[in-house]
């Protein structure tokens, strides 16, 4: 065979872009409310050309070395482009295989009568667009991965409200499992908060921590520890009975930490400290 | 053909759910999976609680020394009660001296040092293998009234 693959498919790139255009417009898949024909056009040409002008003989079968880095940032782009504009995996993943599609319609259209060839060249495309498949995948996920994490974060961020229940006192609602992470959020706030409202008591209510075990109370005496030296005094309110037992059978020692059943006993008792008195009015205004 | 001891009413597994147990965000999902399953066997709830916080510190120190493992869920029954099995088993470094890991305030890591004794009195059964090199096996029951 005179011309090697890799420059034919360099001289042939006006074909496969229409081809590749025609497979994609075609597929029923679709997405022309997220990306516009002229986007994907771009996009397409964009690969194309880096695909192709990258190729050589030698590193056709090794994405590894150093020319193939312009064409995987590409891919990489558009695959994490893809997941934040929410396509589906089969979407994403279309967009490769019709590339690979018009690759071998070519290459089947030059090669006409040169079956062995065509058979070698192709398992060669073959190959190599299922290593770049793999990589989009990779990096499709990725991008969905950083979405999730991202959620995880606002969660966490949303989830440790710091509210002031009274001049210099502080109530924060901790609800979920308390983590290290959670933890270091809860921590940070509330310290912070602290500062900033000048407050002397803070209350932890943990009447929403499913189950409380060593490490959940280790990270909540860290918490009141870090409050103390901040001058404030640090009260654990909302103990259910069943986590009362499980601390006891647990072994694990709270006694040097003021606890109270329910918020309003831990805010009677702020009230307390701070020498503050809640009457009902006798006097009726008119 | 199985024989039965006199002493020990033979424990039945009533039903298998092996989960697996690799990311801090797997301890979740475990902890409500054996929620799920003692709420079914109307397990009460302080037993539930002490259940679900066992659970969680034998797959904290799963996941901390024995970089992750598989958690067996057991609905199992004898006679004429119900209750959970879960075997914890990982393929981490094991456990050198059993006896002082199951002392109060023993820990290798910066822990309070009571997870594994606090679980053993969270817990009716509770048994611990452990080799060095291989891994350790930690599995307990909980009955649904005891």
Request: proline letters at 3%.
């Amino acid at each position: 065979m005179a011309l090697k693959t890799y420059k034919l498919l360099q001289n042939k790139k006006k074909n496969i872009l229409e081809l590749w255009m025609k497979n994609q417009l075609a597929d029923e898949g679709l997405r022309e409310d997220l990306i516009s024909n002229d986007e994907l056009r771009s996009q397409s040409e964009e690969l194309i050309t880096a695909l192709v002008s990258n190729l050589s003989d030698e590193n056709f079968n090794d994405l590894n070395s150093d020319e193939w880095s312009p064409v995987l940032e590409i891919l990489g782009g558009i695959a994490i482009t893809r997941a934040r504009q929410g396509f589906s995996p089969r979407e994403t993943g279309n967009f490769v295989f019709s590339l690979k599609e018009a690759l071998l319609q070519v290459l089947q259209e030059e090669l006409k009568g040169d079956q062995q060839a065509f058979f070698n060249e192709s398992a060669k495309i073959n190959r190599l667009m299922d290593n770049l498949s793999v990589i989009t995948f990779e990096t499709f996920i990725k991008g969905r991965e950083e979405v999730i994490l991202r959620q995880t974060d606002e969660i966490a961020e949303i989830s440790t409200p710091v509210i002031r229940v009274w001049d210099g006192i502080l109530a924060l609602p901790i609800i979920g499992t308390l983590d290290s992470a959670r933890t270091q959020v809860v921590m940070e706030n509330l310290l912070q908060e602290i500062v900033e409202t000048g407050s002397s008591i803070a209350i932890l209510d943990i009447s929403g921590v499913p189950a409380v075990d060593s490490l959940v109370a280790q990270h909540l005496i860290k918490t009141v520890s870090a409050t103390r030296l901040m001058g404030a005094e640090c009260i654990i309110s909302g103990i259910r009975p069943e986590i009362a037992q499980t601390v006891v059978h647990l072994g694990i020692d709270l006694s040097n930490i003021v606890t109270k059943a329910t918020l309003a006993s831990a805010l009677a008792h702020a009230f307390k400290i701070m020498r503050l008195e809640v009457k009902k009015s006798t006097i009726i205004k008119s | 053909m199985i024989l039965m001891s006199k002493k020990l009413p033979m424990i039945l597994s009533l039903s298998k759910d092996p989960v697996q147990v690799r990311q801090e965000q797997d301890v979740v999902f475990l902890k409500n999976r054996v929620k799920e399953v003692a709420v079914r066997i109307k397990m009460g709830l302080v037993n539930q609680t002490r259940l679900i916080t066992a659970a969680s510190e034998l797959v904290r120190n799963m996941m901390r020394y024995g970089n992750g493992g598989v958690c067996l869920i057991e609905v199992v029954s004898s006679g004429r009660i119900n209750g959970v099995r879960l075997t914890f088993t990982d393929k981490g470094p094991g456990i050198p001296d059993i006896a002082a890991a199951m002392r109060d305030g023993f820990s290798t890591g910066k822990s309070l040092g009571l997870g594994l004794p606090g679980t053993k009195r969270l817990v009716n059964e509770f048994d611990i293998k452990s080799k060095v090199g291989e891994g350790t096996t930690v599995t307990i029951i909980k009955w649904a009234n005891g």
